[in-house]
């Protein structure tokens, strides 16, 4: 069940509350997904303990996509530089973003994202300056031009 939650993008914290308490329980539980796992029988201030943990570092900003040592977190529309801290982009930037991080081996031509990210009255130069908005708001090295063929996820 909970791989199965992270496969559809679910990102709420799950303390797993169970009867099955040996070490591979435990560490096939955590490789699932899950970010606490407790054995019953307990004790009701030790699971109030790790609820108050979980609750603290549960940040509700959803899958991570790392960009060399930046971090993209495409469902709040941030990305987190790791000298300037966060910074929030608009829906067009981000969706391109997320387009080049989710596919970054993949070169992607002007047409692929006008397809892709853009409405479809929008014209070519469109995608060349939000590649430029998205270098000027991180680094230069975000987006990679390749001469002739189009634009990849970069290594900042």
Known sequence: LVSTLRGRGVVAPILMLTALGSLRDKVDGLDAGANDYLVKPFEFDELLARLRALTRTFTGEGRELPIGEWRFLPESRAVYSPYEGRILLTDRENALL????????????????????????????????????????????????VRGAGYRLGQP
């Open 98 to 145: 997320r387009l080049l991080a989710e596919n970054p081996l993949r070169t992607f031509s002007r047409r692929q994202i006008l397809d892709a990210v853009f409405e479809s009255d929008e014209q070519p130069g469109t995608v060349d300056t939000y590649v430029h908005y998205l270098r000027r708001k991180t680094d230069p090295l975000i987006v990679s031009t």
